[in-house]
């Protein structure tokens, strides 16, 4: 499994294929540059984090379609301390506003891809083949009691118990958390 990879072409519902179906990566620099100008990096890096790491934005992939969308006239370019700035024009502000569900369904795949994005984080390391362990012997239950619903519902069961358990352990975390900075910050000497 590529966490960093959407499904299918556009990005269908699956961790692995293209992030962008034909002309999507446009859509969402021109919402980008909607938004808020920026220059070739500063755009990249905010796409990036649109998808919270789950996808790796490429210079290959960005720069020239920033250069389409300036040779199409839906954005200006203005010098800023050496670099391009990027803004929008009335015609790109036009295409986004008439392609407004398109970009909402792009924005709802990078907060689902995003999720993916928490794979790569070392300390995830210690959990992930226990949980495709998991996965994989749920799958099995199903599989082999060829979709009985009682099968399925206790195999659902079991599941949704782990996932509340796992929201438990993560509400318990946050509140050590806090409670650890807390103390922390109490017990600086003060200047």
């Known amino acids: 499994m590529n966490p960093r990879r959407a499904g299918g072409p556009g990005g269908g519902a699956g961790p692995t294929g293209r992030f962008f179906g034909p002309g999507e990566l446009r859509l969402a620099l021109l919402c980008l540059i909607d938004e808020q100008p920026g220059h070739g990096y500063e755009l990249m890096s905010r796409l990036e984090d649109r998808f919270a790491g789950a996808y790796k934005a490429s210079a290959g992939a960005i720069y020239p379609t920033l250069q389409q969308v300036d040779d199409e006239g839906l954005v200006r370019i203005e010098p800023d301390g050496g670099r391009k700035v990027f803004h929008i024009t009335p015609e790109g502000r036009a295409e986004v506003r008439g392609r407004a569900r398109e970009a909402d369904r792009i924005w709802a795949r990078a907060t689902q891809r995003g999720e993916w994005g928490m794979l790569r984080d070392p300390h995830a390391a210690e959990i992930v083949t226990p949980a495709l362990r998991l996965f994989k012997a749920a799958v099995s239950c199903i599989v082999r009691a060829h979709g009985d619903p009682v099968v399925v519902e206790r195999v659902r069961e079991v599941l ?24 922390h910050r109490r017990g600086r000497p003060h200047d």
């Open 160 to 183: 949704d118990n782990a996932r509340r358990e796992m929201k438990e352990i993560k509400a318990e975390t946050r509140t050590l958390h806090r409670a650890r900075r807390h103390h």
